[in-house]
């Protein structure tokens, strides 16, 4: 199993950012995928998840509204929209199925 995060980076509060996970080596379309994150200092949590037909998904409190996960079954990918970023959203996001984890992407968000 391969999980391969992309899209963290720098943005200013307020700003958006889009993260994808590239999945290879399982049968991606079985399987409920997930974002986590890690802020420093502080434990991995739950951010957002999504069913294998991408019909269902859940949120943490603290990103609904503004966070938005969705799943391409063609290509094995998923992605997390992330918009009206908060300085409390830096952390290291990570893509997630099962007992695999990629191996994380950087978002900071500050002025």
């Known amino acids: 199993v391969q999980l391969v995060e992309s899209g963290g980076g720098l943005v200013q509060p307020g700003g958006s950012l889009r993260l994808s996970c590239a999945a290879s080596g399982f049968t991606f379309s079985n399987y409920y995928m997930s974002w986590f994150r890690q802020a420093p200092g502080k434990e991995r949590e739950f951010v957002a998840g999504i069913n294998w037909s991408g019909t269902r998904t859940s949120y943490a409190d603290s990103v609904k509204g503004r966070f938005t996960i969705s799943r391409d079954n063609s290509k094995n990918t998923v992605h997390l929209q992330m918009k009206s970023l908060k300085v409390e959203d830096t952390a290291v996001y990570y893509c997630?199925?099962?007992?695999?984890w990629g191996q994380g992407t950087q978002v900071t968000v500050s002025s």
């Open positions: 997630n199925t099962a007992a695999d």
